[in-house]
């Protein structure tokens, strides 16, 4: 995972090198060189390798290197030519201009990612209520579609989230107060179920209606992670992340799922949730425990799973008819 936004920068480069008179080593140099400058700049740093952890900013410095090259004639240099000393200067001021660039992109960023937090922290959407609920959800889909972590980027929001229940969970206990339809335990719950975007969903669906072998091999091999909530082979093995179809129904499952289960709740179909269960406890078992023992909660959360299996199941089958019509046509081209 703390290879993926490097390895992304490095891959997409290369493809798109070949779409320039650039060499692909020195156009991933460079898109590397705007990586960590745009990184640096903004502390964008995974914690434990020290790489740059933002996916997106990795895809975005390889395309603006691309749109520089492009501005830009590059000319590989034949030591033996006569005018290699020129071509040297001329690579040299190329790569100083670019570096210029690269300071140019991180401070846009470092301003991008200032007035982003300041509208967020202006309308900061409220996890307690339904509308805010599904604003913050929607914000955490959006996040992850592009392999940003939600929960990191709105840590304040999740603190706050926290302590509310904790302080709902402890005034119940004492008779002081009802429970709250919606906490961190309702998120934890109902919206989480083998990870973001109830990633379970998709993974029933292609174990029910997959043909493609590779990705009935994939889901094989994701299905004991999926199950304690860990959906990174799915989000970027498939993928899901930068997936035009399958970001759709990554963002769409968990709120048609909150919404189900918060009107389940308020009607008194099921009861409210009563604590806060770890975050890896397998689904239909987390509901269960989340429920205070009670079956309704597991109930509702193989309902929720269900619902999710047919709504990620027309995006899954135009995802996996799209790769079929390449592999094909790619046969028929051989």
Not at 265 to 270: E, L, M, R
């Amino acid at each position: 995972i703390n290879l993926y936004p490097l390895a992304l920068c490095v891959v997409i480069s290369y493809y798109l090198s070949h779409k320039t008179s650039f060499n692909s080593a020195a156009f991933i140099l460079y898109a590397l060189t705007l990586l960590y400058v745009v990184s640096g700049v903004n502390g964008l740093f995974a914690g434990t390798l020290h790489l740059p952890n933002n996916p997106l900013l990795a895809m975005l410095s390889a395309v603006i290197t691309l749109l520089f090259c492009r501005c830009f004639r590059f000319r590989e240099l034949q030591p033996q030519s006569a005018d290699f000393a020129l071509l040297l200067l001329r690579q040299v001021g190329q790569f100083l201009l670019f570096c210029l660039l690269a300071l140019s992109v991180a401070a846009l960023t470092r301003a991008g990612i200032a007035l982003f937090t300041g509208l967020l922290s202006h309308y900061r959407p409220d996890p307690l209520t339904l509308s805010g609920g599904l604003m913050y959800q929607f914000i955490l889909g959006a996040l992850g579609s592009v392999g940003i972590n939600g929960h990191n980027f709105l840590l304040s929001v999740k603190q706050m989230l926290f302590a509310v229940t904790q302080e709902n969970l402890a005034a119940w206990q004492a008779g002081q107060a009802p429970l709250h339809t919606i906490s961190q335990g309702f998120y934890d719950a109902f919206l989480s179920m083998g990870g973001s975007g109830n990633s379970i969903s998709l993974l029933l669906c292609i174990l029910l209606f997959s043909r493609d072998r590779k990705h009935l091999m994939l889901a094989f091999a994701a299905l004991p992670m999926v199950l304690f909530n860990i959906n990174e082979v799915l989000l970027f093995g498939l993928p899901i992340i930068f997936n035009p179809l399958l970001i759709i129904p990554f963002i769409g499952v968990p709120l048609v799922s909150f919404v189900l289960a918060y009107l389940a709740i308020s009607y008194g179909w099921v009861s409210p949730v009563v604590t806060i269960v770890d975050w890896m406890t397998p689904p239909l078992l987390s509901g269960y425990l989340a429920m205070g023992e009670q079956v309704s909660g597991a109930l509702l959360q193989l309902l929720l799973i269900v619902v999710g299996t047919a709504l990620y199941r027309p995006f899954y089958l135009a995802f996996a008819g799209q790769g079929q019509r390449m592999g094909s046509g790619v046969a028929s081209g051989v």
